[in-house]
């Protein structure tokens, strides 16, 4: 790409958290910046209108439409869209214009999504991000991988990103990025299990106090209120993820038994969310509590209910 990369235009394939982000920042800069998403056409289309029309961001009407005027396109979906974005976005895709993978999806998947845009001209990066996105936005850790891993991450660090090599060869960035999150998306899941049944028992001051005592380095009280929080707001997405964590885990001949179990409790606690468990969705998220404790309570009362 000869163009400076401040004149690119950037198309953003997922207008959630992620996306929304991403084109602020980008805005921020004067950076031409298009979207599409499937919600689109859905019951959050007015919301994404609405966000799209504060910051200039251009909606797109297909997949296509969005490759088509693109010299960077930014994958940003849910794990399980990884490959099906790629294969959409393909046949529109022109010669030579950047195709960077945001998504939370197996080596596997990067690799299939990887044939169907380069077979088509583009140009296939995967980008791992390496922690949550909102306290950095754009800065956020971002190892890059494939053959013009090298080529874009300076492009990329020139327009905010804080990108690095992690490998030429397309997998290593995922794969780092998956073995990851088999350690926090399951450690999410392990303390919501953990301190809601601390709490139904009496004893989560206890389990608090020696949590403390074993790994005094973690505050237990506000990493609990926070894992709560995402997980309820984010629970879908993360099932989806650790779905593709244990994919990953079975790439190699294993047994997820762990990833499994991680993705089934995401997914459950996405379920009460949709259900209203915990407090109605809004334009902001889910109106939750910031007290672990508020939302253990609310957990146990729906299971209660579900016993009698």
Excluded at 172 to 191: H, N, Q, Y
Aim: proline content about 3%; charged content about 25%; aromatic content about 8%.
């Amino acid at each position: 790409m000869k163009i400076h990369p401040a004149a690119w235009r950037v198309g953003l394939v997922g207008y959630g958290e992620v996306g929304r982000i991403l084109a602020e920042d980008l805005r921020k800069q004067d950076i031409a910046v298009s979207a599409y998403d499937l919600k689109l056409g859905g019951a959050e289309a007015s919301v994404l209108r609405a966000h799209a029309g504060q910051y200039g961001v251009a909606l797109a009407a297909s997949h296509a439409e969005l490759a088509d005027s693109a010299d960077l396109i930014v994958s940003a979906v849910t794990a399980n869209q990884d490959v099906a974005v790629a294969e959409a976005c393909a046949p529109a895709v022109k010669p030579g214009t950047w195709f960077l993978d945001f998504n939370s999806a197996s080596p596997g998947a990067k690799q299939r999504a990887a044939k169907l845009v380069d077979a088509a001209g583009g140009r296939f990066v995967e980008g791992a991000v390496m922690t949550s996105i909102p306290p950095y936005r754009i800065r956020v850790p971002l190892l890059l991988g494939g053959s013009g891993a090298a080529e874009l991450m300076p492009h990329l660090n020139a327009i905010g990103f804080d990108a690095k090599v992690a490998s030429e060869k397309l997998g290593v960035a995922s794969a780092t990025k998956m073995c990851r999150s088999v350690m926090i998306k399951g450690l999410e899941a392990m303390v919501i299990e953990s301190f809601t049944t601390a709490r139904a028992y009496g004893v989560e001051d206890e389990v608090l106090a020696s949590l403390a005592e074993t790994f005094p380095g973690v505050d237990w009280e506000k990493q609990g209120a926070y894992f709560f929080q995402r997980v309820i707001e984010h629970g879908r997405r993360r099932s989806e993820e650790v779905r593709e964590v244990a994919e990953t885990v079975r790439e190699i001949g294993l047994k997820p038994w762990s990833s499994d179990g991680t993705a089934a409790r995401q997914a459950w606690i996405a379920d009460l969310a949709d259900a209203g468990v915990f407090g109605a969705k809004s334009e902001t998220g889910f109106a939750r509590s910031s007290d672990w404790r508020v939302e253990a309570d609310r957990i146990l009362a729906r299971a209660a209910k579900k016993q009698q």
